[in-house]
């Protein structure tokens, strides 16, 4: 179940991150130059080819493959290694299961780290863009994409929680047990929260400018008034109606998001870390003692 997970978000994210940086170039919200993209090309060919990116994933995987390994000594079930090719498969499995998750979970940091490079060049976020997020909202639909992914990698980690207790004999609180769940939220947190991130300070950059400019303006109208901040008894109509609309913009502005979540996607990720606990609940307790 996990082996499709990860190849459909490999496809479905890592596929379509290109298409979405276009999305936003055609926008008008990146601005590098074509200098600026090279430099972007360098440092991500540096970083997939650097030894903890390509090392790490083994590293994960073996180590997860000698945690199982104890299983394989067991006489008498079907994973018995001594009888049975199938016991020698667990290790194997569990191998590239935490190779795949690392291998992921680490090009997820790298796509963090592009970003945040890209939105270190000029960029241009459109406070009132349509999308109400000033014209980010391709990337918003790219993150999207893996909330159902997560949501199946944790009903698979409650499964496998499950099953480690009810094939395996371990207790809950097993070390393989508490591996497997950790993982699933580490690589949830990272997918949820680490590649948007990186819009944070651009979005906040965008707002701060953008209430300068009003406030600007709105010191502008008023000297041209030439009356305190509250006696708009000797301005014009036109000038009121300024005015007026000047403090509508600043409230509008004001309310803009810095921070590219909101309190569904919050939601949405308090839920899915919180599937396999859900399913342990649910089934686990009715099927077997917890040991």
């Known amino acids: 179940m996990a082996f499709p997970t990860f190849i459909y978000i490999?496809?479905?994210?890592?596929?379509?991150?290109?298409?979405?940086?276009?999305?936003?170039?055609?926008?008008?919200?990146?601005?590098?130059?074509?200098?600026?993209?090279?430099?972007v090309r360098r440092f991500t060919s540096a970083r997939l080819m650097s030894n903890p990116i390509v090392f790490l994933p083994y590293e994960f995987g073996?180590?997860?493959?000698?945690?199982?390994?104890?299983?394989?000594?067991?006489?008498?079930?079907?994973?018995?290694?001594?009888?049975y090719i199938a016991g020698w498969l667990i290790p194997v499995h569990a191998f590239f299961l935490f190779f795949l998750l690392t291998h992921l979970g680490l090009r997820l940091y790298i796509a963090f780290l592009i970003l945040k490079m890209l939105f270190g060049f000029k960029v241009n976020i459109q406070p009132f863009h349509p999308d109400g997020c000033g014209g980010l909202g391709s990337l918003l639909k790219q993150s999207k994409k893996l909330n159902w992914s997560m949501a199946s990698i944790g009903v698979i980690t409650g499964v496998a929680i499950l099953s480690n207790?009810?094939?395996?004999?371990?207790?809950?609180?097993d070390i393989s047990n508490v591996l497997a769940y950790a993982s699933f939220i580490l690589f949830a947190g990272i997918a949820f929260f680490i590649p948007l991130y990186a819009l944070s300070?651009?979005?906040?950059?965008?707002?701060?400018?953008?209430?300068?400019?009003?406030?600007?303006?709105?010191?502008?109208?008023?000297?041209?008034?030439?009356v305190a901040n509250n006696d708009m008894d000797d301005l014009g109509n036109d000038?009121?109606?300024?005015?007026?609309?000047?403090?509508?913009?600043?409230?509008?502005a004001r309310s803009m998001r810095v921070w590219p979540f909101d309190r569904a996607s919050l939601v949405v990720f308090v839920l899915t870390i919180t599937i396999p606990f859900f399913i342990v609940v649910a089934f686990g307790v009715l099927l077997i003692p917890v040991v």
């Open 165 to 173: 207790i009810y094939n395996y004999n371990v207790g809950l609180y």
């Open 239 to 252: 000038h009121v109606a300024d005015l007026k609309a000047l403090s509508a913009l600043q409230n509008t």
């Open 201 to 226: 300070a651009s979005m906040l950059d965008a707002k701060q400018k953008l209430l300068a400019l009003i406030d600007q303006r709105y010191r502008k109208l008023r000297e041209r008034g030439s």
């Open 62 to 83: 073996m180590a997860a493959a000698f945690l199982t390994f104890n299983v394989t000594e067991t006489s008498g079930p079907w994973y018995d290694a001594e009888k």
């Open 10 to 39: 490999a496809g479905s994210y890592f596929g379509t991150l290109p298409k979405t940086l276009r999305l936003l170039i055609d926008s008008g919200v990146l601005l590098a130059s074509e200098e600026e993209w090279e430099k």
